[in-house]
């Protein structure tokens, strides 16, 4: 089994329906990370949780929250979704444990916002 | 502010060519982490290496080697002998200190193509 897991890996729904991406890991990191990918603009992260009460601001946190409901688990919502939010979305997860914080991903949700 | 530059946007290369991606990155912290990700077709992004600002020594690994110099600001990544699995958008990225530390700055990643 993956690592990292992301639900659903595609998703099609409409102007604002409230929509929510789920992430769960399996790799006992203390760090977790939401980026969305657009072509052209590489990925852009929207919001981090260093740990379950600690959570931030990305650089594209606008239109989205999080809520990080356990040590192993990340969700994403989209309160009222919007098309340009049609996009990639990545969940990664890293272990600080030292000097090093390399960042591992999930396989993606691909969304789409009619 | 970190910023990671990818000039190359797309680049197509006929197999066993070798092929080099360029990164040029910006950071004002003195330590730091450069990475370099590979997204295949199937869209996942895979880690293939890390490389921490104190170690400029470059690394091979198999057909895949990296390129650090500090002076430049630059991460190269060149493949040899390039095979058409190798297609894919790769993706260099920078973790740097300070109020940073722990987030990743991608740049824009590089399309690459190898035609058999």
């Known amino acids: 089994d993956p690592d990292v897991t992301q639900t659903p890996r595609n998703r099609i729904t409409k102007t604002g329906k409230r929509i929510m991406l789920e992430c769960s890991q399996t790799?006992?990191?203390?760090?977790m990370y939401w980026y969305r990918q657009d072509p052209g603009l590489g990925l852009r992260l929207i919001y981090y949780s260093f740990d379950v009460k600690d959570i931030n601001k990305g650089e594209i946190s606008d239109g989205y929250s999080v809520s990080r409901q356990a040590q192993a688990k990340f969700s994403l919502s989209l309160e009222s979704a919007i098309p340009n939010q049609t996009a990639l979305y990545f969940c990664?997860?890293?272990?600080?444990?030292?000097?090093?914080?390399?960042?591992?991903f999930g396989p993606g949700t691909r969304l789409t916002v009619l | 502010a970190q910023k990671v530059t990818q000039a190359q946007t797309e680049i197509s290369v006929v197999e066993k060519e070798d092929v080099t991606l360029d990164c040029v990155y910006e950071t004002r912290d003195t330590t730091y982490y450069l990475f370099w990700y590979k997204q295949p077709p199937s869209g996942e992004l895979v880690f293939l290496i890390r490389r921490n600002s104190f170690d400029e020594q470059n690394e091979i690994s198999g057909r895949y080697s990296w390129n650090f110099q500090k002076s430049t600001s630059s991460f190269n990544f060149t493949i040899t002998a390039s095979q058409v699995v190798d297609s894919a958008v790769y993706f260099c990225a920078l973790n740097a200190g300070g109020t940073s530390y722990g987030k990743l700055t991608f740049g824009q990643g590089t399309i690459l193509t190898v035609h058999p």
């Open positions: 790799k006992g990191h203390d760090r």
């Open positions: 990664a997860t890293s272990d600080f444990r030292g000097p090093t914080d390399t960042q591992y």
